[in-house]
């Protein structure tokens, strides 16, 4: 999928001071009393995650993320040497695109041993520390594998002795987790909680489910200074005719869509026609959204607060406008919001 980006912008228009004490380690707990920032037409307003059925109208649609995070994240040897390998996309029953590190010295033939009889094949090694890996099971085998000698593949930025935790195993994932393959959480939808779903339902929001295999590509940095040299990877996604059924009679009827979580825009986005029109869908996306792009089918966002330079902040920034978005961020860090994956969220509407 080609994306045009505006060749004029560069990384450092996307820049701004964080403290590292503002990435959350953890989630707050209950789930639904981190704390959302409105950012709309008139300003900002310091709400909480509970306000949200209050902030949107009976007949609006949220669209939530239905993938399951895998624990994705291995430690191994190759010839003795030790080897941290996450997988990042299928590519078949037993291959999977992933990073590895170290993998200067790799070369295509080499077996990496996570587990007695767990094991995988180097069958390309690609650029950046990316490789192909061919394992030794395949399917629900594999699968079982990686949840016996695997971990949750927690984002650089959360710091852990070793690998994830057993707290993680659940904080890591969403109530709608569904459909195995991703290997990063829609973290937006971390906030939502039983009750939530119950005050929602009572406001008469609207439900719906799209499945975007999130890739650990969401984590890399951006390192080139012109914006439109990046390359994002590639991520599965499906749109069901029910959803895409869902989305158009929403539209029609003057009501908004909100995307829960920047996968679930990105996915719809690729998705829709040119005219918004929804209907089902699935394959590879590398959708890139930054400032310039014409939203076609989403009103409103719910989603975490983003890394400085990060492809989500030009996203971010895309959709409600990056002096905007400068100012909202500058307002979470003084009043103390939490960052990142298991941090707070914002609420922000499309800039007209």
């Not at 590292?20 to 981190?34: K, L, Y």
């Not at 994240?73 to 996450?86: C, H, I, P």
């Not at 852990?160 to 904080?171: I, M």
């Amino acid at each position: 999928m080609k994306n045009s980006v505006d060749p004029n912008l560069t990384l450092d228009q996307f820049d701004f001071e964080l403290p590292i004490e503002t990435i959350a380690q953890r989630p707050v707990s209950p789930r639904d009393s981190a704390r959302l920032l409105l950012v709309g037409q008139e300003g900002l307003e310091d709400k909480g995650v509970l306000d949200l059925p209050g902030l949107l109208e009976p007949g609006d649609l949220l669209v939530f993320n239905d993938t399951r995070v895998i624990p994705a994240r291995l430690l191994g040897k190759r010839r003795d040497a030790k080897m941290e390998v996450t997988l990042h996309k299928r590519e078949g029953p037993n291959v999977w695109r992933a990073f590895a590190r170290p993998a200067r010295k790799l070369k295509d033939g080499d077996i990496i041993d996570f587990a007695p009889e767990f094991s995988a094949e180097v069958v390309h090694k690609g650029d950046a520390g990316e490789v192909t890996l061919g394992f030794n099971r395949e399917g629900v085998a594999l699968m079982q594998a990686l949840e016996a000698h695997g971990a949750m593949p927690l984002p650089p930025y959360i710091k852990r002795e070793g690998l994830a935790d057993e707290q993680d195993k659940s904080d890591y994932q969403t109530l709608f987790a569904d459909k195995e393959g991703a290997v990063a959480a829609p973290t937006a939808g971390l906030h939502f909680t039983q009750r939530m779903i119950e005050a929602l339902d009572g406001r008469g929001i609207k439900r719906a489910t799209v499945t975007l295999h999130v890739g650990a590509g969401t984590f890399l940095p951006v390192k080139v200074d012109r914006v439109a040299e990046h390359k994002m990877h590639a991520e599965f996604g499906e749109v069901n005719a029910e959803t895409a059924q869902l989305i158009n009679a929403t539209k029609a009827a003057g009501k908004k869509v909100v995307a829960v979580g920047t996968t679930s825009l990105r996915l719809l986005e690729s998705a829709a026609a040119d005219d918004g029109a929804m209907s089902s869908w699935s394959g590879d996306t590398d959708i890139f959204i930054t400032p310039g792009y014409r939203f076609k089918v989403i009103d409103r966002l719910l989603t975490n607060f983003h890394l400085p330079k990060s492809t989500l902040f030009m996203l971010v920034s895309a959709l409600a406008g990056l002096e905007t978005m400068q100012g909202a961020y500058k307002h979470a860090i003084d009043g103390g919001y939490r960052f990142y994956s298991y941090g707070d969220c914002s609420l922000l509407s499309v800039k007209k």
